[in-house]
């Protein structure tokens, strides 16, 4: 559990400034940074976790949803053509082992990721298409009962 006094909130690590986006930039965004007075955020990365280089090739879920991978339905594919199903189903397994070890309950995570998307992702077509569905992290903390939220609606925990 942590112990700031702060509630714990899982982020995406992307979110706040680490080197973990696929092509290993950095960008800061402010609605989660604004975050950091109430929660004491704890930043991970699914695709990081679950053994994926970074900078990496993107990938998309192809034929099905986050909840289609995690019950064997649907893959998760490179844009050069790699199955990467198992390193996301790792990766959302790890951060819902952090969200236990911590005591978190919610999480803001990275809008149309094939790892944290929440509400839709990209089609697996890598057109920039969306589709219904969130991503393979998101489903299995959804499943785990946790609250998600992304960094285009997070400002609502601010209440």
């Not at 803001?108 to 992290?137: I, M, N, Q, W």
């Not at 009962?145 to 400002?155: A, F, I, K, S």
């Amino acid at each position: 559990m942590v112990s700031s006094g702060r509630t714990p909130l899982i982020v995406s690590a992307c979110l706040v400034g680490l080197h973990t986006r696929l092509d290993g930039g950095v960008r800061h965004f402010g609605s989660v940074m604004a975050l950091e007075g109430r929660y004491c955020l704890i930043p991970v990365c699914p695709e990081q976790l679950g053994g994926a280089p970074t900078p990496r090739f993107p990938a998309e879920i192809c034929q099905g949803t986050g909840e289609d991978v995690l019950d064997g339905r649907a893959r998760v594919m490179t844009s050069d053509g790699r199955d990467v199903t198992d390193i996301y189903l790792r990766g959302a397994a790890e951060v819902l082992a952090v969200a236990r070890l911590t005591g978190a309950t919610c999480a803001v995570l990275k809008a149309r990721s094939p790892s944290c998307g929440v509400g839709d992702t990209y089609d697996g077509t890598f057109s920039h298409t969306l589709r219904e569905g969130s991503g393979v992290t998101a489903a299995g903390l959804a499943r785990a009962g946790l609250l998600l939220h992304t960094e285009e609606d997070c400002g609502i925990l601010l209440g």
